[in-house]
């Protein structure tokens, strides 16, 4: 059988693959739909597939169709309760802010989209998420979805890459011919990273272990440390560290910057030891942004930048999707399909 020639290898070309205009949509007459909700934080247990409402749109938002969700480590943080002192939810909640699909209805005040066009969002983390048949976004938060990867490939862009994207150059400030380090580059966030700041022009050294180093080769990355057997932090001279890990491997970064190096971190900074080292460490929260997810999509399109797949279950295995997530093993993005005729 065929393979996307943009997408890492698990995902075949039978697919949906995005056009402009999809097959048109419908709004369930009952008002129900199928979605995985907790009623209370814990263990996967309170993971529940189960009827819920289907939500309405407000004036700027859009209604969408879900052909596909991602998963991200945010998703069992949330629902661990390990967020609950930044997001207060209301529950029953439904986890996943990462989709894919097709719009159903617009807003009364949003010109941009119309019933029927493809599009991938990452929709607000404090309202309900899209581990659902249906969800809602603000259509600011919204983008054409590439044409040239399937939905549930495009469902696990637009957290991750987002984030990356924020990291590297809005936060991080990364230039062309600079030199950053990433840490956790196989990891969801790590496999933009490393894209990202190669289109950027920069030198990028990467971690990671050793049944992913090829991959993290092909991608583009100039140097690869094996994070379980050499020590990244004989490295020198770096303007960059992007870290996705946190912890130990940070406090061991920052000697690799240089005078001005800065690290920036998507897992929080320990102060103490920036200071000690007499560097700054920035850390910060990805706000979705629909010009910048359109900008991604048109460089995948271009094919610049590849999406990789590590797993695709169907939304009723949602739980083991997330023990796939909290393994810290996976291989760039984990997705959840909701629709029927979606291959599993
Ligand atoms: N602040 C924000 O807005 C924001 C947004 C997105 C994500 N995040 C956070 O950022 C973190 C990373 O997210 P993600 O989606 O990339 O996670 P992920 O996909 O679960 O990352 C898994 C990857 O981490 C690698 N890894 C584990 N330990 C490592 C180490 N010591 N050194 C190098 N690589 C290591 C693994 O590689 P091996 O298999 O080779 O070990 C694996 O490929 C999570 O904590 C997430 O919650 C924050």
Not at 58 to 82: L, M, Q, T
Not at 101 to 122: C, E, M, P, Q, Y
Not at 233 to 260: A, M, P, Y
């Amino acid at each position: 059988m065929e393979k996307s020639t943009n997408a890492d290898i698990v995902v075949e070309e039978e697919e949906v693959i995005a056009t402009k205009e999809q097959k048109v949509e419908t709004s369930p007459s009952s008002g129900k739909m199928k979605a995985v909700r907790i009623h209370k934080y814990g263990g996967l247990e309170t993971l529940v597939y189960e009827n819920a409402p289907v939500p309405e749109a407000g004036p700027n938002e859009v209604f969408i169709k879900v052909y596909a969700a991602g998963v991200n480590p945010v998703d069992w943080k949330i629902r661990e309760g390990k967020m609950k002192d930044f997001i207060s939810y209301d529950f029953p909640l439904i986890l996943g802010w990462d989709m894919a699909g097709v719009i159903v209805s617009v807003g009364s005040l949003v010109s941009r989209f119309k019933a029927g066009d493809a599009v991938f969002a990452r929709p607000d983390i404090s309202q309900n998420g899209c581990y659902a048949e249906y969800a809602i976004a603000k259509a600011s938060d919204v983008a054409f979805a590439p044409v040239s990867i399937s939905l549930s490939q495009a469902a696990g862009v637009p957290l991750a890459s987002q984030t990356a994207w924020t990291g590297l150059f809005e936060v991080g400030n990364l230039k062309r011919n600079q030199r950053v380090l990433i840490h956790g580059a196989s990891g969801g966030v790590g496999i933009f990273a490393v894209q990202l700041a190669k289109i950027a022009g920069a030198y990028v050294a990467a971690t990671t272990s050793a049944p992913n180093k090829e991959l993290i080769k092909s991608l583009g990355a100039d140097e690869i440390i094996d994070y379980q057997k050499e020590n990244f932090s004989t490295l020198k001279n770096f303007d960059l560290v992007f870290d996705t890990i946190g912890g130990e491997t940070q406090t061991r970064s920052w000697q690799i910057l240089n005078k001005d190096g800065i690290l920036v971190s998507t897992v929080g900074i320990n102060e103490e030891e920036a200071k000690k080292n007499g560097k700054v460490g920035k850390s910060f929260m990805t706000i979705s942004n629909g010009a910048r997810l359109q900008e991604i999509a048109g460089l995948i399109d271009k094919r610049m930048l590849r999406v990789v797949i590590d797993k695709k279950f169907p939304l009723t295995q949602v739980k083991e999707a997330h023990e796939l997530s909290q393994s810290g093993k996976t291989r760039g993005k984990i997705v959840l399909s909701v629709i029927d005729n979606t291959p599993h």
